[in-house]
């Protein structure tokens, strides 16, 4: 059975010309895109791309296809426009509320997608330190939909995201990197002095969970309010830190190694009891769309499901 997504992945490929920047467009690893790209070729029973050293181009069957691929994906755009103006998607508000981390690493191509697909709704985005004020906005009727931590306790509707994989991060120069490790026990790290978060900023819990399992209380060289500043100040010199993956920009020139045992955390949206059409199609591209994990760090490290 032909998905739209498969046909999305043809087109998309056909358009770029390789599988690596077709990969990055759509927001997606390359090992996936392959896979569902030979997934699509066997229900076709044939070859639709030509894999060349440097590039990839359309076989016989992939250019007879590609035009019927552009359409249908054409008339199932139309038949959500239709859809969402009878449904009342064609304008509106979402009030979205998220955590700092969140809104820095796993959200924008969510929000980008969203952007493309529903330019006339307006999105009102809370950023809150921790979990629990994120669910004390949701308990207060700030929000919609909310996207973090699991909360403690909500009586509404919750769908689990993924886990987020947290990273330690060093100076670029930093003796372990010269090693060529990967993966660090924090108990190599106890002596230092790290970059901590502020009071309130639910990853300072985070890092302080992690470094009491492995045995210390980490003395804190800084603290900062800013999640983004963290990994940043790391880098400088100031000590390691605990960050989210999926914070760490690209070209980041500091050591990033991840943690051994993994450091994780579960991340869940939920909704009001009875969400409205906006919140359950928001919720639909978040679920396709967001990634907890960055590619670069599964390519990096292999799966981070162990």
Do not use: K
């Not at 181009?57 to 426009?81: E, S, V």
């Not at 969140?102 to 979990?131: A, D, N, T």
């Not at 003796?175 to 002095?193: F, I, K, Q, Y």
């Not at 060289?221 to 989210?244: D, H, N, Y």
């Amino acid at each position: 059975m032909v998905s739209l997504r498969q046909l999305e992945y043809l087109v998309t490929i056909a358009e770029q010309g390789s599988f690596t920047r077709a990969a990055e467009s759509l927001h997606v690893t390359q090992p996936a895109l392959s896979h569902q790209v030979r997934i699509l070729e066997r229900s076709v029973g044939g070859p639709l791309l030509e894999r060349l050293p440097r590039s990839v181009r359309l076989t016989p069957a992939g250019r007879a296809m590609l035009p019927y691929a552009r359409a249908t994906l054409a008339d199932a755009h139309r038949a959500r426009c239709v859809a969402r103006q009878a449904s009342g998607l064609e304008q509106g508000e979402l009030r979205l509320a998220t955590v700092y981390s969140v809104g820095l690493g796993v959200l924008p191509p969510v929000l980008r997608r969203w952007r493309q697909e529903h330019r006339e709704i307006q999105i009102g985005m809370s950023e809150h330190r921790h979990g629990d004020e994120l669910l004390a906005a949701m308990t207060e009727g700030a929000a919609d939909l909310a996207v973090g931590p699991a909360p403690r306790a909500w009586s509404g509707p919750t769908w689990q995201l993924g886990l987020e994989e947290f990273v330690v991060v060093l100076p670029g120069d930093d003796p372990l990197g010269a090693e060529g490790v990967l993966r660090v026990d924090l108990r190599a790290l106890a002596e230092r002095n790290w970059v901590d978060y502020a009071a309130g900023n639910g990853l300072a819990d985070v890092l302080h969970q992690a470094c009491a399992e492995a045995g210390f209380v980490p003395r804190a060289a800084i603290r900062t309010e800013q999640t983004a500043a963290a990994p940043i100040l790391a880098a400088a010199g100031l000590g390691p830190t605990l960050a989210p993956a999926n914070i760490i920009p690209a070209g980041f020139d500091g050591l990033v190694l991840r943690p051994d045992p993994p450091v994780r955390r579960a991340l869940t949206a939920y909704t009001r009891p009875n969400p409205d059409p906006i919140s359950e199609a928001f919720l639909q591209t978040l679920r396709e769309t967001a990634r907890p994990v960055p590619s670069a760090l599964v390519d990096l490290f292999g799966p981070m499901a162990d």
